[in-house]
C-alpha cells in the first residue's frame, strides 16, 4: 500500500504542492486516480484569494483541506488548500484513472477513457465529488496517497487554463506526454 500524505506536506507554498502533487493517488470511495496537472493559485488576480469571501476564505484559514466549489453552473472544482499563514491552493486539474474505470465511464456517460478526468470538472463528476465535501480535512473522506515521482525534465509548466488575468505566471504543473493532461493551451 502507498504511503498517505498528512497535513504537515501542504504548509508549503502552492507553487511547490502543485509540482509535487504530480504522481500522486487521489481516492474517494473506491475510485483512484493519479494526479498529472495540477495548477497553483495564491492571491493573485486569478485567485478566489485575490478578495477574501465568505467562499474563498478557507484559502487563507487552512491547509491541507478540499476546496471544492461549484463553476459555470455546471461543475465543481477540486482543489486543496496551502501556505500556512497566507493564502493558497492547488487546483487538481486532470488524473490518470487507476481504479473503477468502469464507474467512472458511467458516472461521465463516456466511452472515451482519455477524456474520463481529463479536466477539473470532469474530476468531480468521474470520482462522484460534490460541494457536500468542501472544507473536510484531506484523508477523511477524499483520501490521497503518495505514488510515482517525476524527473523534473518530466514535468512542464505553462499559464493557467481558463483565466483572464496573470497570464504570464507559469503556474501550471503537467506532465509531458501524458493522455490524460487537459487538451486546451491557454
Known amino acids: 500500500m502507498n504511503k498517505i500524505i498528512n497535513k504537515k506536506f501542504f504548509e508549503q507554498d502552492a507553487l511547490e504542492v502543485g509540482r509535487k502533487l504530480l504522481g ?8 483512484k486516480g493519479m494526479i498529472v496537472e495540477t495548477e497553483a493559485y495564491k492571491n493573485d488576480q486569478a485567485s478566489h484569494a485575490y478578495k477574501i469571501t465568505p467562499r474563498s476564505k478557507i484559502m487563507l484559514d487552512t ?3 478540499w476546496y471544492i466549489y461549484f463553476v459555470y453552473g455546471n461543475y465543481y472544482c477540486l482543489n486543496i488548500t496551502t501556505n500556512k499563514n497566507n493564502a493558497g491552493a ?3 486539474r486532470a488524473l490518470e484513472p487507476i481504479k473503477n474505470i468502469k464507474k467512472m465511464i458511467k458516472r461521465r456517460n463516456t466511452s472515451k477513457v482519455e477524456n474520463l478526468t481529463s479536466g477539473p470538472g470532469k474530476i468531480c463528476q468521474a470520482l462522484g465529488i460534490t460541494k457536500k465535501l468542501n472544507g473536510t480535512k484531506i484523508n477523511d473522506k477524499i483520501k490521497i496517497f503518495n505514488y510515482k515521482s517525476f524527473k523534473k525534465e518530466q514535468i512542464l509548466t505553462s499559464s493557467r487554463i481558463g483565466i483572464k488575468k496573470d497570464l504570464e505566471l507559469p503556474w501550471r504543473f503537467y506532465l509531458k506526454d501524458n493522455k490524460f493532461v487537459t487538451k486546451a493551451t491557454s
Open 63 to 65: 491547509y491541507g483541506h
Open 24 to 31: 500522486k493517488i487521489i481516492e474517494y470511495k473506491g475510485c
Open 90 to 92: 492547488v487546483l487538481i
